[in-house]
């Protein structure tokens, strides 16, 4: 049996003078009007595809930091993702303490390179590099709850 | 809103402290490059002032009008940037701690040679970058006097 229209939608139109009902999985029961009840939907249309867009530029940005990681793993300890107070923070943990220039000067082109980003544009991120530093060092720049490690970024 | 003769007046008075901290800077190189950083904010803060009048409201905004706008100037005080944030807040820990062991001193990190290049080079090419923006003999460091 094919199905109509009506079974797969509930129209509601914008020139219906009667009340939507509206019955949640918990039984709540609340009306609106069909006006309100396309202004809700028009806001949950807008924010879902705005939260779409935010998921799409997090994941290019995941893809970059993982990406720079790989070409840089033998120099690094640690790699983190972190998003605290609306910004994300690309932290690497080098290997040793004595500064290494080169993974400095490659992470700052890459901080440049994201911020010119269409693709992750308008997030904001930033990169910190530190020197191979326990836990509790590092929870200084970054909160331990607010770290995601970069996958397989762990030396 | 400081004006860019304000922030230039910072900056000298931040050269006037590098001055007196680099012979030091062995000992005490968290400084010098605090104190270099803190110069270089005044710069940065001077040339936006002379582009468009406006002030940053934070080093977040700062640092991505560098980066967006200024990208080469942006790499210089990137440098400095990260390393006066690990000079401040790296914690070291006590002698003899797990912490100590891993991060003792912020100049086995950056070596006093290293500090001491951020500043003839990263610093002082940030300061050209601005002299030559802003024209109209801006100092931002007080010439040496001739004897």
Request: aromatic share 8%; net charge negative.
């Amino acid at each position: 049996m094919s199905l109509t229209n009506d079974d797969l939608f509930i129209r509601i139109s914008h020139d219906d003078e009667r009340d939507v009902s509206f019955v949640t999985e918990d039984e709540n029961r609340f009306f609106l009007s069909v006006s309100e009840t396309i202004a809700a939907g028009r806001i949950h249309i807008q924010r879902r595809d705005e939260l779409n867009e935010t998921a799409e530029r997090v994941r290019a940005l995941q893809k970059r930091a993982a990406m720079w990681w790989k070409s840089h793993s033998p120099d690094i300890k640690a790699a983190y993702l972190s998003y605290r107070q609306g910004r994300f923070t690309f932290l690497v943990i080098q290997k040793g303490v004595p500064l290494n220039e080169k993974l400095e000067q490659d992470l700052i082109e890459l901080d440049i390179q994201l911020a010119k980003s269409l693709e992750v544009r308008p997030l904001s991120a930033e990169v910190m590099l530190l020197p191979e530093c326990d836990d509790a060092c590092i929870h200084t720049f970054v909160p331990k709850a607010d770290r995601r490690l970069i996958p397989h970024a762990v030396h | 809103m400081p004006s860019i003769e304000a922030h230039a007046e910072l900056a000298r008075r931040n050269q006037a402290v590098l001055d007196l901290l680099l012979p030091l800077c062995d000992a005490h190189s968290e400084w010098v490059t605090t104190v270099a950083f803190y110069k270089a904010v005044h710069i940065a803060e001077a040339v936006f002032k002379h582009e468009d009048g406006s002030d940053s409201t934070d080093h977040w905004d700062r640092n991505q009008r560098l980066r967006l706008d200024h990208s080469e100037t942006w790499k210089l005080y990137s440098s400095l940037w990260m390393a006066s944030r690990v000079a401040r807040y790296l914690e070291c820990g006590d002698p003899g701690t797990r912490h100590h062991q891993s991060y003792s001193t912020f100049s086995r990190h950056r070596t006093p040679s290293q500090v001491r290049n951020l500043v003839s080079h990263n610093l002082r090419k940030i300061e050209q970058w601005a002299e030559n923006t802003i024209d109209g003999g801006i100092l931002f460091t007080v010439p040496q006097a001739t004897s």
